[in-house]
């Protein structure tokens, strides 16, 4: 798998809602991201968007994977390449909906402990409520780690 920084990250506009359902929001952050594709056999398979946030932390934005290559290590790949870009000792976030088990699970795997909780997130800055089966995401869980080498 090669790993790419994207230039034109608004022409993987598919991967972006999977993670982030609301185009007006992933234009808030796409700007100031780095954002990187898993390639392939020249197929692009997932990406990562990852920006500077405030006290010098990193915060990962949107990671998704193809629906056909979800379950086979391309998201934990993201992470590591978005951990071996930072420098050691920095902070690097991750937010997902309380509803997002998986989400959360997978995180922590990849490092993330608890950090804290935003409650309302997705009910304040979303316009349409947005479901994880029959649960409604309102609050938003952020997860954080240290980057040791």
């Given at each position: 798998m090669e790993f790419i920084v994207c230039q034109e990250p608004k022409r993987h506009l598919d991967l972006l809602l999977l993670a982030d359902p609301y185009e007006p929001m992933i234009d808030r952050y796409l700007?100031?991201?780095i954002v990187l594709t898993?390639?392939?056999?020249?197929?692009?398979v997932g990406l990562?968007?990852?920006?500077p946030v405030e006290n010098g932390a990193w915060e990962i934005k949107n990671l998704a994977v193809d629906e056909a290559w979800q379950g086979k290590g391309v998201?934990?790949?993201?992470?590591?390449q978005v951990k071996d870009r930072l420098p050691e000792g920095a902070e690097l976030l991750v937010g997902t909906a309380?509803?997002?088990?998986?989400n959360l699970i997978f995180y922590e795997k990849c490092g993330f402990v608890y950090d804290h909780t935003i409650p309302g997130f997705f009910t304040d800055y979303y316009p349409e409520p947005i479901w994880e089966g029959e649960e409604q995401c309102v609050d938003m869980v952020v997860l954080?780690?240290?980057?040791?080498r």
């Amino acid at each position: 798998m090669e790993f790419i920084v994207c230039q034109e990250p608004k022409r993987h506009l598919d991967l972006l809602l999977l993670a982030d359902p609301y185009e007006p929001m992933i234009d808030r952050y796409l700007s100031k991201s780095i954002v990187l594709t898993a390639e392939e056999k020249g197929k692009t398979v997932g990406l990562v968007a990852y920006c500077p946030v405030e006290n010098g932390a990193w915060e990962i934005k949107n990671l998704a994977v193809d629906e056909a290559w979800q379950g086979k290590g391309v998201g934990r790949a993201l992470v590591q390449q978005v951990k071996d870009r930072l420098p050691e000792g920095a902070e690097l976030l991750v937010g997902t909906a309380q509803t997002s088990s998986g989400n959360l699970i997978f995180y922590e795997k990849c490092g993330f402990v608890y950090d804290h909780t935003i409650p309302g997130f997705f009910t304040d800055y979303y316009p349409e409520p947005i479901w994880e089966g029959e649960e409604q995401c309102v609050d938003m869980v952020v997860l954080r780690q240290t980057i040791v080498r």
